[in-house]
């Protein structure tokens, strides 16, 4: 059984950080997408950031807009996890966050293109 487990949300001032983590099991994603939505209150869930596989040990990571130039997205395969590094964080950033693996490879913003999805963790930002 495959299961997707987030840890390092929290509450955090505006222009803080916040490294989240996202450990997989029960298969390997290694060459797989993985990536990270958010739901606000009242909201539908938004693509945050994906990592695809570029093949070998390399990944090609993509950012939404609202994140650029704040958030990264990294890949360690020794732990299956994806991890997104959350830097300068605004109160429009507060959200549920939730990881998402796909069964494929490839792009893939929405989420009806990702098979896997963990519980969720909850970051809030305070002005």
């Known amino acids: 059984q495959v299961q997707l487990v987030e840890s390092g949300g929290g509450l955090v001032q505006a222009g803080g950080s916040l490294r989240l983590s996202c450990a997989a099991s029960?298969?390997?994603?290694?060459?797989?997408?993985m990536g990270w939505f958010r739901q606000a209150p009242g909201k539908e869930r938004e693509f945050v950031a994906t990592s695809t596989w570029n093949y070998g040990n390399r990944y090609n990571g993509y950012l939404a807009d609202s994140v650029k130039g704040r958030f990264t997205i990294v890949r360690d395969n020794a732990r299956n996890a994806v991890d997104l590094q959350m830097n300068n964080l605004r109160p429009e950033d507060t959200a549920v966050y939730y990881c998402a693996a796909r069964a494929a490879n490839g792009l893939g913003k929405r989420v009806d293109e990702y098979d896997y999805w963990g519980q969720g963790t909850q970051v809030t930002v305070a002005s």
């Open positions: 029960g298969r390997t994603f290694s060459s797989n997408a």
